[in-house]
């Protein structure tokens, strides 16, 4: 009993001081009993609840549920949560409605069947629940948007949980169960697993949080790259308890770097030097510049970063140019222009200069960019060439050669900057060398020099000529070949001095040609192609002087006999003006010659331009980068839309793969790419889609200095390949034309030489032959003079035929004649010329032969041949003229037995000024056979030959019967 009463009151003050409220209720509904609690929780008075019915305590909207759900229960009651997974309602008196959790008790009392319900007010949690939601929420979306998972272990109850970025990361889901702590390590890319285990063993050791970088798989395959951060809590004994982090995806920031380093490396790897400026700092200070700039000017980064690129232009500031590019940097605008600057070591190059402004999004002006490139060989070339233009126009006029060595001086010191030239001549008699011109050499010096004898270590000229070959000298201090005039030179600020030796067209020495310098100087290959050539310009006018003193030697002592051959001088001296005209005419042609080889070199010079216009603003083309599998993971560039190859890289695609490229150049590349990939440094030239490109490659190394990729920089070189063409066709027709040049003074100087030596002899005896009795060998020398004139007068009309050729001013004229006679009186005409034993045998299918040809050129056309035939056959040798007719063809063909011609000579024989080298030996121009196949020509004919050496040689000469019937072919 007194259990009873016990338990009774300990029941009875649970239920009073309980903080739950607490509802007794009937299977009816209605409340039997309600605690204190509850009726504080529903806002009623004491005692208030008592039988009213449980509905009332329910908002409106889920009553009529309610009811039905009470219902269900009184059928199957037990005890249980109510409205798992609802929310639930309770209602105050007063209307107000709340949030309950309410927990079901089904009991009996005193037979009747009854439910205890348990109720909470969770208002004051829904709100505290809301708040961390909201802030969770907020966390969630912070990790999201800097790409950051946090991660919580605890490592006494061995839990884990993730935040949704994290799953993220590893790309899944949030929640999704095949992220756990068994498959974790799975996550982690095999390369970093020792890695990411020594970090936190490390952190465990000395008590410290880790972080580092590592790399992920996703479970599509997908590597990521994220920082790890973490930090353990620890207990009194330093052991860990709980391990909290974070991850962060820096993928793209990784994929940028990459992007920015292969840009980088493209940038420092073009030849072209380029720096960058910054346009927002006062005095736009370099802030960049590239290794090409660096090799250009030989400064050092530390040299210039920071500072303004007028550095390079040291005291020179009155250029033209660099006003042009002041007001361009102070509009914003870009320009271009061609600066002298000034390397680190004080010389001089010419740069030329692009440079672009750029502008940010805002349109606000950031940055300038200048592209460079060293045209100093082309600045050299063309002021040289506009010099060597002018000198062999002067040397054409036959202006005095002291003007034209002061030419000369004044080209090359425009050429090659700060040097001064000097040409010296040698005086035969006693191998000593005289000043011809040295404009600017001091004057002490070359006192100092005049009339040195040559020999070693005579200087730089003397030794040259001596030793008969170029003498480089870059140290005139150290240099033994000085030592006898180095303390003048040294006294003069002479430092080095380059000299070459001058030959005539036989290799006769006629002085030498010399720079000097005020510092150190070894000469570029350029510079001494320059002086080279300006030495051969300089060989053509000493040449052409002495030809011309010669000339005037013999003149004078022609004169001396004046008054003994007045009669037979008078008859010669119209010819002589004739011959005069002639070779005027001829110079004229020469001149024009030479006009065309200045519009030839002008024309390269534009060309040149061109091609250094396509390059200024950077070469046009794309770069391209691929991985060890050859694969392309980087692709860019202005053509990649005309070529086809823009998605490239993001196709994945390897470079055996790529379309619309020809087998044999996409080996070629995968060749190079391989040796690139091994360390080389490759350059080639390919060919795609019609487009030629200059390859240059270079691996591409990770952190670890290991080669992971390889660049290949593709530059546009079609433009210059055409050009490049164009010019070897200029340059080509230049060399001919002065072969040609060359030949024709060789030969007219000897051809000449040798009749005037003749007739300078034989007046010399018939002076001495003055007795009545030495009559008949004063007739013979006047014949040999005669003779020697007759060859002057046959050369020269050879240069009036090919004079009245070239100017279009010789016409076939036809004529009906006989050609069997014609052939007979031509035999007749060259008998006496014939050598002892030879003859000539005319052979006819018919006779007569009728032809309406011009006869004066069927006269030059045979003769010649005829003549050829007996100058290059000995003694007792015949030759035959054959002559036939087919159809409407005359043919005519002469056959020797001489000394044939060498096959190596057969393609040019018809050249002008060209003789075979077995011919030297014989009198001739190297013009007859040039004219006889013009005069064929200009009569609608063709002529061709065979030769064997040492057996002899027959032309064919095909002509039209009836020159009437092709006047289409007759006007010239």
């Avoid at 004219?931 to 039209?960: A, C, H, W």
Wanted: glycine residues 6%.
């Amino acid at each position: 009993m007194i259990n009873k009463v016990e338990d009774s009151e300990l029941f009875r003050g649970i239920f009073e001081s309980s903080v739950e409220g607490i509802l007794v209720v009937s299977h009816l509904g209605n409340i039997i009993k309600a605690n204190p609690s509850a009726e504080k929780m529903f806002a009623y008075e004491s005692g208030e609840l008592v039988y009213t019915k449980i509905e009332n305590l329910i908002p409106g909207q889920f009553r009529n549920n309610h009811k039905n759900h009470r219902a269900e229960y009184a059928n199957k009651p037990k005890s249980r949560s109510m409205g798992k997974g609802r929310d639930l309602w309770g209602l105050k008196k007063n209307g107000t409605q709340f949030p309950l959790e309410i927990s079901l008790s089904p009991t009996t009392i005193e037979g009747n069947k009854v439910v205890i319900a348990f109720i909470i007010d969770i208002t004051v949690r829904l709100a505290a629940d809301k708040k961390a939601a909201v802030n969770l929420d907020r966390m969630d979306e912070a990790q999201s948007l800097a790409h950051v998972g946090s991660w919580f272990w605890d490592l006494q109850s061995d839990e884990m949980s993730w935040s949704d970025e994290f799953y993220r990361i590893c790309g899944l889901p949030p929640g999704d169960e095949r992220l756990n702590p068994k498959t974790l390590h799975q996550f982690i890319h095999q390369d970093d697993g020792e890695s990411a285990v020594s970090a936190v063993k490390y952190a465990i050791k000395n008590h410290t949080p880790y972080n580092y970088e590592k790399k992920i798989i996703r479970i599509d395959g997908t590597v990521r790259h994220i920082r790890a951060k973490g930090k353990a809590t620890y207990d009194t004994n330093g052991k860990p308890l709980q391990w909290f982090g974070t991850i962060q995806d820096i993928t793209e920031q990784k994929e940028t770097e990459s992007i920015l380093y292969i840009r980088n490396r493209a940038l420092a790897s073009t030849a072209s030097g380029i720096v960058i400026c910054d346009a927002q700092q006062p005095d736009f200070p370099i802030i960049y510049g590239n290794e090409a700039f660096l090799k250009t000017t030989g400064y050092d980064r530390v040299d210039f970063i920071g500072k303004n690129c007028r550095f390079l232009q040291g005291e020179d500031r009155g250029q033209n140019d660099i006003k042009i590019m002041a007001v361009a940097l102070k509009k914003g605008e870009p320009c271009h222009v061609v600066l002298r600057n000034y390397r680190k070591d004080g010389s001089l190059f010419w740069n030329e200069v692009s440079i672009t402004p750029i502008y940010d999004d805002k349109k606000v002006l950031t940055h300038f960019v200048g592209v460079q490139n060293d045209v100093t060989a082309r600045k050299m070339e063309e002021f040289f060439k506009m010099g060597q233009s002018h000198v062999m126009d002067m040397i054409i006029q036959y202006e005095p050669v002291e003007r034209i060595a002061d030419k000369i001086i004044e080209t090359i010191e425009a050429a090659i900057p700060n040097c001064m030239g000097s040409i010296l001549l040698l005086k035969k008699e006693d191998n000593t060398l005289h000043k011809l011109a040295a404009n600017n050499l001091p004057q002490g010096f070359v006192n100092a020099i005049e009339g040195v004898v040559i020999g070693p270590k005579k200087g730089s000229c003397g030794t040259a000529a001596y030793l008969k070959e170029e003498v480089i000298v870059t140290d005139i201090s150290n240099d033994p070949l000085w030592e006898d005039y180095k303390e003048i030179a040294l006294t003069n600020n002479l430092k080095a001095c380059w000299s070459f030796p001058i030959f005539s067209s036989n290799r006769e020495l006629l002085g030498t040609f010399a720079i000097y310098f005020n510092t150190l100087r070894k000469p570029l290959e350029t510079e001494k192609e320059i002086m080279l050539n300006i030495t051969q310009a300089t060989s053509v006018a000493l040449e052409q002087h002495n030809i011309g003193k010669a000339l005037q030697k013999s003149k004078e002592e022609l004169a001396t006999y004046a008054e003994v051959l007045e009669n037979k001088v008078a008859e010669r001296t119209v010819e002589l003006k004739e011959i005069v005209q002639k070779l005027v005419e001829s110079n004229l042609s020469l001149e024009d010659q030479i006009q065309i080889t200045k519009a030839a070199e002008n024309s390269a010079v534009t060309s040149q331009e061109l091609l250094a216009t396509i390059f200024k603003n950077f070469p046009k083309g794309f770069v391209v980068v691929v991985n060890l599998n050859l694969e392309i993971v980087f692709i860019e560039g202005e053509e990649l839309g005309e070529l086809g190859f823009s998605d490239l890289a993001n196709k994945g695609i390897r470079v055996s793969e790529v379309k619309g490229v020809q087998d044999k150049t996409l080996e070629k590349v995968i060749y190079n790419i391989g040796q690139t990939l091994q360390g080389e440094h490759c350059s080639f030239e390919i060919k795609v889609k019609n487009r030629s490109y200059l390859v240059n490659t270079t691996p591409l190394y990770d952190e670890d200095k290991k080669i992971t990729r390889a660049l290949i920089v593709h530059n546009n070189i079609s433009a210059q390949k055409e050009i490049e063409i164009e010019i070897r066709k200029t340059l080509q027709k230049e060399k001919e034309i002065n072969e040609l040049k060359s030949r024709f003074i060789s030969m007219a100087s000897h051809e000449f030489r040798t009749p005037l030596s003749v007739i300078l002899s034989s007046t010399n005896l018939i002076e001495r032959q003055n007795a009545p009795e030495q009559e008949d060998k004063r007739i013979k020398y006047v014949n040999t003079i005669k003779s020697s004139v007759k060859n002057l007068v046959a050369i020269l009309n050879d240069f009036l035929s090919l004079s009245k050729l070239e100017e279009g001013k010789v016409k076939a004229e036809p004529t009906l004649f006989d050609f069997i006679d014609f052939s007979k009186s031509l035999v007749e005409e060259v008998e006496g010329i014939k050598k002892n034993g030879q003859v000539i045998n005319i052979v006819n299918s018919e006779s007569p032969i009728q032809v309406n040809l011009d006869p004066k050129l069927l006269k030059h056309i045979v003769h010649n041949l005829l003549v050829n035939a007996i100058k290059y056959s000995e003694e007792n040798k015949s030759t035959t003229l054959k002559i036939d007719t087919k159809n409407t063809k005359l043919f005519i063909e002469i056959t020797d037995q001489g000394i044939g011609i060498p096959e190596e000579d057969q393609h040019y024989l018809f050249q002008r000024f060209y003789r075979a080298k077995n011919a030297t030996n014989f009198e001739g121009t190297g013009l007859g056979l040039n004219i006889v196949r013009q005069y064929t020509e200009l009569m609608g004919g063709t002529i061709d030959f065979q030769s064997k050496l040492n057996e002899g040689t027959t032309f064919i000469v095909e002509l039209p019967l009836n020159l009437m019937k092709n006047e289409k072919i007759t006007t010239y």
